[in-house]
Nanobody
């Protein structure tokens, strides 16, 4: 079992920045790939970014490249999402997710992930 707790969401003006955190507990988190997804009202849950279990490989949705950075701190069992140059269209609930994976794997599909956090709201005003 892996438990995930997200934090760091809030209200920010366009062009601002936020840093989301996802604290993991339970089994050996270092063996799990991790990802961030987001979901706006009335829309499907979309892939944002993923990171391999070793932290050396990352993947981003095209809309996030150059603005968002995913990272992880092994000692703290925490995954981060640094979001810069935020736009109103980034407004959504952001979810952290993990799945048991081999080294280098960075899944992007919603159905691939087994464990999910409760989500944290990010609102970007124009």
């Amino acid at each position: 079992q892996v438990q995930l707790v997200e934090s760091g969401g809030g209200l920010v003006q366009a062009g601002g920045s936020l840093r989301l955190s996802c604290a993991a507990s339970g089994r050996t988190f270092s063996n799990y790939a991790a990802a961030w997804f987001r979901q706006a009202p009335g829309k499907e849950r979309d892939f944002v970014a993923s990171i391999s279990r070793g932290g050396s490989v990352t993947r981003y949705a095209d809309a996030m490249k150059g603005r968002f950075t995913i990272s992880r701190d092994t000692a703290k069992n925490t995954v981060y999402l640094q979001m810069n140059s935020l736009k109103p269209e980034d407004t959504a609930v952001y979810y952290c997710a993990t799945v048991l994976a081999r080294g280098g794997e960075t899944p992007t599909s919603y159905g691939t992930y087994d464990y999910w956090g409760q989500g944290t709201q990010v609102t970007v005003s124009s």
